[in-house]
């Protein structure tokens, strides 16, 4: 038998409109597995809505819940699913109840998305989060007083936040390893086919860093610089210094292993958040130019154009 807490925990999870259906199954198998291998139903869990009526997944599936939010009995955690939609009927609802669980000093979590939701009933204040690596640079902008790292999941005191979809697994492994130790972690992970249990370190591999794989040390830590750097770009010699190369190292490196020069993946990396912050917030064009590095808007206008063929404003024409 394996030893460890004995008392059961009681998750919650709320879903909203086009929650992700890939993140809720992630986090509740997990749990379910942990049961099967523990011979006993120690992981329990209810969903709740708005209104207690059922809510569409992003996938178009509908979903039935247990409660509505407001009829939520008490919970060890109070996970948000949020998927593509953070506007959705009954949003005040929803923000109300997670305040009143937080003034009762009730653990919250978030799947995917679900930290802008945290974020904006002010769960989030004094704590590290995590985020989908696509919400990112929005709520960064909008938060920006609120610590988001890019890691696969945060846990910070009573608050437990991932960026969704395989990495809600890892959340909850790591919970299942607070309970129970690493031996039954392992186990469940390879019910899975989990290859490598993440730690909280461990960062997400998002949009081009996905290029990097396997790829030299340095350079990693070139492309890290300059992710954290885009509103204020470094220059060749600062990115040179900040790896104890040269100039000349820098480029060779670069053009070797993603066949381009450094200027030209650090003008895409900027450009690639801007385009995230016309989709994800409401910023003037001006202010995303600024935000990403630009000091004249037509010249962020004409690479924009270059880098994806169409013009910054189009951006905000399209629904996604």
């Known amino acids: ?20 259906m890939f993140s809720l199954s992630a986090a ?15 992981y329990s869990w209810t969903t709740a809505s708005a209104d207690g009526e059922a809510v569409m997944a992003s996938n178009g599936l509908p979903i039935k819940v247990d409660y509505a939010i407001g009829d939520l009995p008490p919970a060890d955690i109070l996970f948000v699913c949020v998927g593509l939609a953070t506007e959705f009927p009954g949003k005040s609802k929803v923000l109300a109840a997670l305040r009143s669980w937080g003034r009762q000093g009730r653990a919250l979590g978030a799947l995917s998305a679900g930290s802008l939701l945290l974020a904006e009933a002010g769960q989030l204040d004094g704590h590290r989060c ?5 919400n990112r640079a929005g709520f960064r902008e909008r ?12 846990i910070d005191r009573k608050r437990y936040t991932c960026a969704g979809v395989t990495t809600s ?19 469940v992970a390879n019910q899975f086919q989990h290859e490598r249990v993440r730690s909280q370190a461990d ?22 610089l300059m992710a954290e750097n885009l509103d ?16 000349r190292q820098v480029e060779r490196l670069f053009l070797r292993h993603l066949g381009m020069t450094p200027g030209r993946y650090y003008m895409r990396l900027r450009l690639e958040r801007a385009r995230e912050l016309l989709r994800q917030t409401n910023m003037p064009i001006l202010d995303v130019a600024i935000a990403t590095g630009f000091t004249s808007h037509s010249y962020f206008a004409q690479s924009y154009r270059l880098l994806f063929g169409r013009p910054p404003s189009d951006e905000r024409r399209t629904t996604y």
């Open 1 to 20: 038998m394996i030893e460890g807490r004995a008392e059961g925990r009681q998750f919650a999870f709320l879903l909203v409109d086009r929650f992700s």
């Open 28 to 42: 509740i198998d997990t749990c379910r597995s942990a049961n099967r291998l523990l011979d006993r139903n120690f």
């Open 130 to 134: 995590t985020i989908h690596w696509e």
């Open 143 to 154: 938060f920006p007083d609120i610590d988001c790292t890019g890691n696969v999941y945060e």
């Open 169 to 187: 697994i890892d959340l909850m492994l790591e919970i299942i390893r607070s309970d129970f130790g690493s031996d039954l972690v392992n186990e």
């Open 203 to 224: 960062r997400q591999r998002v949009g081009p860093e996905r290029e990097l794989s396997g790829k030299s040390d340095k350079l990693k830590k070139i492309v890290a």
């Open 232 to 247: 204020e770009p470094f220059s060749a010699v600062e990115l040179a210094k900040g790896v104890g190369l040269s100039v």
